[in-house]
């Protein structure tokens, strides 16, 4: 198989590839020891203990300090918390893992191709377009796949006693694998959709966000979340409903939609709110 330019589509050599014209890349692992990775997670460590040392005496030198002197002193601990913030917006969180089709990735200023194997950072927004999918693996094991014409930005990922997870799908679909192994503390993991939540603990599960089509719960609503469990449980609220709205607790083989800005519609068998629907037969 070949690629746009003619060039070989790389595919993995360990075994039987259950998804044949996926790009797989087994090269660059994080949080599992060795290669970029680890690397990367050392140098990080180092930085930070030493911005936070500097932090630390920039902040007895406020305390210590004259009055005329403490501007300064305080205006430099105010410089090294933004180096700080902005070098966790230059962390990366994971690595491009299998991809099919064309997807793109937009850091900052610039668009950058996505292929097999780079780096994601913090603050990313990853699309893409038809007949495309793209899976990426995080530090710590979440395992995400983005469906077509889809659209995420990783707003954070934490991974220290336990893994902290935020993730903004703006469109389309988005499937993840939780992993809750990686400490005792657990897993806190949310996508936000523009009208949902859906919080996991160590899951497997898939939140959608549709525009420009009948929601099945309320066909006068074109613009919904739809979130299915595979497996696990996961807690879905919408924060822009009414006051007092309650969440719904989802588990394994069921679903629940969030019509616009209405509280999410119980919790029943995966596909039934569709097959009721007007035009969905």
Do not use: E, S, T
């Given at each position: 198989m070949t690629g746009d330019q003619g060039s070989p589509v790389r595919t993995s050599n360990r075994g039987n590839n259950p998804r044949p014209g996926l790009e797989i890349n087994h090269g660059l692992k994080f949080g599992t020891g060795g290669g970029l990775g680890l690397a990367l997670q050392q140098l990080g460590r180092a930085y930070f203990r030493h911005v936070a040392r500097l932090c630390a005496k920039a902040a007895l030198k406020v305390r210590l300090a004259p009055t005329l002197g403490r501007s300064r002193s305080l205006v430099f601990l105010l410089v090294l918390l933004l180096a700080v913030s902005v070098a966790k917006s230059d962390e990366p969180v994971g690595s491009i893992q299998e991809l099919r089709g064309t997807a793109q990735v937009f850091r900052a200023a610039k668009t950058i191709?996505?292929?097999?194997?780079?780096?994601?950072?913090?603050?990313?927004?990853?699309e893409t377009l038809a007949d495309s999918e793209l899976t990426l693996i995080l530090r710590g094991g979440t395992r995400l796949t983005l469906g077509e014409d889809s659209t995420i930005i990783i707003d954070r990922h934490l991974v220290a006693t336990h893994i902290q997870t935020s993730i903004r799908l703006l469109l389309g679909k988005l499937r993840s694998w939780v992993n809750d192994t990686g400490g005792a503390g657990g897993v806190n993991f949310e996508i936000h959709t523009p009208n949902g939540v859906a919080a996991a603990r160590g899951t497997d599960f898939e939140v959608e966000f549709i525009e420009g089509k009948p929601c099945p719960a309320d066909p006068s609503c074109l613009r919904y979340t739809t979130v299915g469990v595979y497996q696990g449980v996961v807690v879905v609220a919408n924060p822009t409903s009414p006051a007092g709205s309650l969440p719904v607790t989802v588990t394994a083989g069921y679903q629940t939609t969030i019509p616009c800005e209405s509280p999410p519609t119980p919790s029943a068998r995966w596909g039934a709110e569709e097959l009721r629907a007007p035009g969905y037969h």
């Open positions: 191709a996505a292929a097999v194997g780079i780096l994601v950072m913090l603050g990313d927004r990853i």
